[in-house]
């Protein structure tokens, strides 16, 4: 299902702290976009693949405006399979002065994206059944605002990671590398600490925040939300 017009289609919109990477803790607007090009086994936003809201740049800039936090987060499902429509809108909340990032599963080409924004670019692993959708392009395209992101939910998935990092020179980026435990694999989370202390690499231990502190976030549009066409 992809926007025929200059609008996005969205899943939901809410404000809320951000439990990911180096910006975690900071208070966010996270506009989620709808449909994904992957089907992850441990995807926790299934609902999001079917969006079901259609919103132009001047109607989400609407939903917004009172929120004076400078931090919005585009999220999914997968923004960048509407990256004609995305770029405009992103463009748009530069000019506001925002700082923008946009989390992508790494499958998607990143290129033609404002260079001011943060791309948080996905490896995924091979627990998630999508271990080998990486395109390998996107590692030309990786600027110093950037952050590469594995999610760990074995040692398999482990090894896997620090495989990629090795093979693909990934600290040669200079961007933070974060690996983040599967929080539902009980002890998961001490074993991956115990894990990259011994690979001596830089890699940052990050647990989803979000998931530990389960505070609602504020929602200004929610998936049961109707397409409103102005
Ligand atoms: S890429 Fe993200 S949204 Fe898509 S299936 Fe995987 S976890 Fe879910």
New binding site residues.
């Given amino acids: 299902m992809f926007a025929t017009t200059d609008k996005l289609l969205i899943s939901e919109i809410f404000y809320s702290f951000q439990g990911e990477s180096t910006l975690m803790g900071q208070p966010t607007i996270f506009i989620r976009l709808g449909g ?1 090009n ?3 086994s ?5 609902y ?2 079917k969006p079901i809201n259609s919103l132009s740049s001047r109607e989400i800039l609407k939903l917004i405006k009172s929120f004076k936090t400078p931090y919005i987060c585009i999220t ?3 923004p960048l399979i509407q990256k004609k429509n995305l770029k405009p809108f992103i463009n748009e909340l530069l000019k506001m002065k925002k700082i923008v990032s946009i989390e992508t ?1 790494g499958s998607i080409l990143v290129d033609k994206l404002p260079k001011a924004i943060k791309k948080v670019i ?1 490896v995924k692993t091979p627990s ?1 059944g ?1 271990g080998k959708s990486f395109d390998l392009k996107n590692l030309k395209h990786i600027t110093k605002n950037d952050e590469i992101k594995f999610v760990i939910s074995n040692k398999k998935d482990f090894d896997f990671s620090i495989e990629f990092i090795k093979t693909h020179n990934i600290q040669k980026f200079n961007v933070p590398i974060l690996f983040s435990p599967n929080l539902s694999v009980k002890g998961l989370a001490s074993d991956l600490v115990r894990w990259i202390l011994k690979s001596g690499l830089p890699i940052v231990f990050q647990p989803q925040l979000h998931k530990l502190i389960k505070e609602k976030p504020i929602y200004l549009l929610t998936h049961k939300n109707q397409t409103t066409d102005k």
């Fill in positions: 994904c992957l089907n992850c441990i995807c926790d936003t299934k999001a693949r999914g499902g997968e599963n996905d998630t999508e």
